[in-house]
């Protein structure tokens, strides 16, 4: 199954030059793909995992919670919901103290 990709052609350069491709990926430097057709089946799975996410944080299994959140943005990386798995996994990853992640899933939502 292939997803219609179009990319942006906002200015993506870093303050810090030597900043990992990981580490810019993560924090958004890098062009992100805008997926103009998400499968509905894809979505329906993703907000699946999104609310076990959130059985996850009212539990405190902050841990549990961001794998389910990360699974979610694994089948929907980019789309209409994305931006919501991103700042759920940020409040999990916050709730660890893992700070450093916590913001730069903040910046991607």
């Given at each position: ?22 580490e ?46 990360t ?39």
């Amino acid at each position: 199954r292939q997803k219609s990709l179009k990319f942006s052609t906002l200015d993506f350069k870093t303050k810090n030059s030597k900043a990992s491709k990981e580490e810019a990926e993560i924090r958004g430097m890098i062009p992100t793909p805008f997926v103009t057709d998400v499968d509905s089946n894809d979505l329906d799975e993703a907000e699946k995992l999104k609310a076990l996410g959130n059985v996850s944080m009212k539990k405190k299994k902050y841990d549990k919670a961001r794998q389910y959140y990360t699974k979610a943005l694994e089948i929907v990386p980019v789309g209409p919901t994305s931006h919501i798995y991103f700042s759920n996994r940020a409040a999990a990853l916050l709730s660890m103290r893992n700070f450093n992640e916590a913001v730069w899933d903040a910046e991607r939502s």
